[in-house]
C-alpha cells in the first residue's frame, strides 16, 4: 500500500550523505554539469539498475535538493522516476506502506550507493567519452526487441519498410570448392560491421562497393558513402544511380544537414553538443587545444546552442569572438581557427537529421584542407550518433535477425582511425541495436593498431586483399590465426565466415 501524495513530494527535502555531497562536488566539474540534482539523478539512475535493494546511508548530513528540483515536472519526468522509486521499494518489500519517509529514505540510499557505483565506473573508463559509453553499452538494461515496422521523428518524417529478415551478401566463391560464400550482415551473434583491408589496386575499394549496392538492393537501406582522401567516388554516376544517392563535392558544396538539431531542446542537450564540438575540434586539429582553451569553447558556446537553431559556423565564429571581447582575453587559436574554417561553407542548417540521413549521399573530400576534411566528418558522425540515440531499436524476426535502418561507409578511412575520434567509435560500438552496419576500408591492417579490444571485437566481417603490413598483430586477431597475406594473387581476399577462415575469389 502507498500512503503518498505528489504534491508533498515535490514540496518535501530529499538528503543524501556528507560523502555524497563531496563526490558530488566532483563529479559536476568532471561531466560539466551545472546542478547538483543532476548527479542526484544519474546516482538514483545508476543504483536503480541494480538487482539488489541498497543498504542504508551511513548518515544524512549532506546537502538536501526538494522533490520538484531532484525529480522535475510532473509532465517532464517527476512522475517517472516517482513511479521507479515506489516500484522499486514494492518489489523488494511488498508489505511495506510506502510513505514520505520511506520514499526519502530510499533516495538517500540508492543516492548514497549510486554515487559510490558512477565513482567505480569513472575509474574504470578513464575518461569522459569511456565513462559515457560505460553507461550506455554496459550499464544500461535495454530492451533487445521491438514491435514497430514504421518511425516518426519531431517534423513528421517517416521511415517505412523496416521489417526484419535475414539478409545474405555475395563474397564471392571459395577458392578450393568453387563455391558460393555468402555472410549474413545481421545474424545473430556478431557485428555487421565490415573491415576491408589491402594494399592500392589490390580490390578492397571495388569490393566495399559490391557489397554496399548489394545491401542498397536487397533492402532498399539509406547509404552514407564517404570518400575520406579523394574525389573518385564523385565521378562514378553509375554507382550514385546504384545507391539512390546524391554526389556532394566538400568543401565546394557544403552538407545540407542541421548539424547541431537538438541543441536547444534543454540545457543538458546544449552541453552534450557544446562538448560534442569542442572534442570533435580538437581531434581535428593536428595540435589540439589546451585544457584553456577547452574551457573557453565550452564557456562561449553553450548560450548560443541554448537559445539558436539553424547553427552555421559564422554563429560559432561570431560567439567565439563575443566571448574573447566581453572576456578581455588576448585572440589564439580558439578565435583563429574558426576564422579559417569559414573559409568554406562546411554545413547549410537545411535539412533535419531525420531528413538527411533518411536519403542516400555520396560525400567526397578530395579538395577539402586536412583540418577541416576531419572536423566536418567528426561533426557529421556526433550528428548521426544524436539521431541514432532518438530512435527506437530497430525490429527482429524470430530468428533475431534485425532490420538494417541504414549504412555507413568509409574509404580510406585511415586519417579517421588515427584520429581516434569517438564518434567513429561510437558508430561502430553502440549502434547495432539501432540497424546500422558500418563498412571501413584501408590500405593497411596496421591502420586499426592502437584501437582498443572492444573496438575489434565489433568488426563482424573482415576482409584482406593482399598486403605487405609489416604488423600482424591486428590480422592476427581478427582472424584469430597466423596467415600468409602478402601472396594473395589479385582478387583474392581471406575472410572469417562463422569462425573458419576462408579464401575467396572475390572477382
Request: with cysteine.
Amino acid at each position: 500500500m502507498s500512503d503518498i501524495k505528489t504534491t508533498n513530494v515535490w514540496f518535501a527535502n530529499f538528503t543524501s550523505s556528507a560523502i555524497v555531497s563531496k563526490k558530488t562536488k566532483e563529479f559536476l566539474k568532471r561531466l560539466g554539469f551545472y546542478s547538483n540534482y543532476q548527479v542526484a539523478r544519474l546516482s538514483l539512475g545508476r543504483s536503480l539498475g541494480e538487482p539488489n535493494f541498497p543498504e542504508s546511508a551511513d548518515d544524512a548530513k549532506g546537502q538536501s535538493i526538494n522533490g520538484h528540483t531532484l525529480f522535475g515536472e510532473e509532465d517532464n519526468g517527476g512522475l517517472l522516476w516517482l513511479s521507479l522509486l515506489i516500484e522499486n521499494i514494492h518489489s523488494f518489500y511488498p508489505d511495506k506502506e510506502i510513505s514520505l519517509d520511506v520514499l526519502q529514505q530510499a533516495v538517500k540510499d540508492h543516492w548514497h550507493r549510486g554515487v559510490f557505483l558512477l565513482e567505480q565506473d569513472w575509474k574504470e573508463a578513464g575518461d569522459y567519452s569511456n565513462f559515457v559509453e560505460l553507461l550506455i553499452t554496459r550499464r544500461a538494461t535495454l530492451p533487445n526487441e521491438s514491435n514497430y515496422l514504421a518511425i516518426n521523428d519531431n517534423n513528421g518524417n517517416q521511415q517505412n519498410n523496416l521489417i526484419a529478415k535475414a539478409v545474405a551478401l555475395n563474397l564471392g566463391k571459395d577458392k578450393d570448392s568453387g563455391e558460393l560464400i555468402q555472410w549474413t550482415i545481421n545474424g545473430q551473434g556478431y557485428s555487421p560491421n565490415v573491415a576491408i583491408m589491402g594494399q592500392a589496386g589490390a580490390g578492397k575499394t571495388r569490393m566495399m562497393l559490391k557489397l554496399l549496392t548489394e545491401l542498397r538492393t536487397l533492402t532498399n537501406v539509406p547509404v552514407l558513402l564517404i570518400d575520406a582522401g579523394k574525389d573518385e567516388l564523385a565521378e562514378r554516376p553509375e554507382l550514385a544511380t546504384a545507391l539512390g544517392a546524391t554526389v556532394l563535392k566538400i568543401p565546394s558544396q557544403a552538407i545540407p544537414l542541421d548539424i547541431f538539431a537538438g541543441s536547444t531542446l534543454n540545457s543538458d542537450s546544449a552541453r552534450d553538443v557544446t562538448m560534442a564540438f569542442r572534442e570533435s575540434l580538437d581531434k581535428a586539429l593536428v595540435k589540439g587545444l589546451t585544457d584553456n582553451q577547452k574551457m573557453r569553447v565550452l564557456e562561449a558556446l553553450k548560450p548560443l546552442f541554448v537559445k539558436q537553431e539553424n547553427i552555421t559556423m559564422q554563429d560559432i565564429k561570431k560567439a567565439i569572438e563575443q566571448y574573447y571581447e566581453d572576456n578581455s582575453i588576448k585572440p589564439d587559436r580558439v578565435v583563429t581557427i574558426p576564422n579559417e574554417l569559414c573559409q568554406y561553407k562546411l554545413f547549410e542548417p537545411t535539412l533535419s537529421p531525420s531528413e538527411f540521413f533518411n536519403q542516400s549521399w555520396i560525400l567526397t573530400f578530395g579538395n577539402a584542407p586536412d583540418e577541416s576534411r576531419r572536423l566536418t566528418m567528426f561533426l557529421l558522425f556526433d550528428a548521426l550518433h544524436r539521431y541514432l540515440q532518438t530512435l527506437p531499436e530497430s525490429p527482429m524476426d524470430e530468428n533475431n535477425h534485425r532490420a538494417i535502418r541504414m549504412a555507413i561507409a568509409i574509404d580510406e578511412a585511415r586519417p579517421l582511425l588515427d584520429a581516434k575520434h569517438d564518434g567513429l567509435s561510437k558508430m561502430v560500438r553502440l549502434h547495432r541495436s539501432h540497424g546500422l552496419t558500418v563498412f571501413m576500408a584501408s590500405q593497411s591492417p596496421d591502420d586499426y593498431a592502437g584501437q582498443s579490444d572492444d573496438y575489434m571485437e565489433q568488426i563482424g566481417l573482415p576482409i584482406c586483399f593482399k598486403t605487405n603490413a609489416t604488423s600482424t598483430t591486428v590480422l592476427n586477431n581478427m582472424f584469430k590465426s597466423k596467415l600468409n597475406f602478402s601472396a594473395l594473387e589479385l582478387g583474392a581476399c581471406l575472410t572469417v565466415i562463422e569462425n573458419k577462415t576462408c579464401k575467396v575469389e572475390a572477382f
